[in-house]
């Protein structure tokens, strides 16, 4: 069965270090993965997506996410965490072998980053 | 000009109503989504439409009933409330395809009392 783990409910980080807030999947076929953030009292937005390609992705606020196929991981990373990075983070994949276009989510890790 | 807009933003009503949340987007999607936030912030998918056809259609109560009068506008209405109906409500558009990532709406808080 297709799913997605974020094994910490929560991460605190220092402001200035450098966070990573974990991600693993499990699909039958190739994923494709995202990472979205939601701000308090916001919609979710957009952070990054792994298609295919070069593993290390880029995306907003100086984000970036790591794909490891055989750890099946996709961890989201910043090198220099800021304190407006705290908000709640979600994973998610889609499986091409699913047959639908229907997004796999992770259950979110809080980020709070402490000045 | 709010790409994804869903209106009301808040929603308190009593046990037994029947309520609306609209949604409009203006990204020219082929896809709108409603998804359900818990207040332990899990999101759950409720419905999907693709130009207005239902493809993807979770295990919601049929009190719950999404309409898509066009390929902008996705509304949820759902008939006699009950106290778990309490959530947030988020709409989402995307391109339908697997590789799109998908845009939400500031989300509609729906108290039942």
């Known amino acids: 069965a297709q799913s997605v783990a974020q094994p910490e409910d929560q991460v605190n980080v220092a402001e200035g270090n450098p966070l990573t807030v974990k991600c693993t999947y499990s699909?039958?076929?190739?994923?494709?993965l995202f990472w979205y953030v939601q701000y308090p009292n916001r919609g979710l937005q957009f952070l990054l997506k792994y298609i295919t390609g070069d593993n290390l992705v880029k995306g907003s606020y100086g984000f970036e996410a790591e794909f490891n196929k055989s750890q099946t991981s996709f961890h989201l990373k910043k090198p220099s965490a800021l304190v407006s990075d705290s908000a709640l983070y979600f994973c998610?994949?889609?499986?091409?072998?699913?047959?639908?276009?229907?997004?796999?989510w992770g259950a979110g890790t809080k980020l709070i980053i402490k000045p | 000009d709010t790409a994804v807009s869903q209106t009301p933003k808040y929603l308190v009503t009593q046990m037994g109503n029947d309520k609306s949340i609209k949604c409009e987007q203006n990204l020219g999607h082929d896809t709108m989504y409603w998804y359900k936030q818990d207040s332990k912030k899990f999101l759950k998918i409720m419905f999907s439409y693709n130009n207005k056809e239902l493809i993807i259609n979770e295990t919601v109560p049929n009190r719950f009933s999404p309409k898509s009068p066009d390929k902008a506008h996705l509304n949820l209405h759902i008939n006699s409330l009950e106290l778990g109906d309490s959530a947030v409500y988020f709409c989402?558009?995307?391109?339908?395809?697997?590789?799109?990532?998908?845009?939400f709406g500031e989300g509609s808080r729906l108290t039942v009392l």
């Open positions: 699909v039958s076929g190739n994923p494709y």
């Open positions: 998610a994949v889609r499986d091409k072998n699913a047959g639908n276009y229907q997004l796999i």
């Open positions: 989402a558009t995307g391109l339908a395809g697997y590789t799109g990532e998908l845009f």
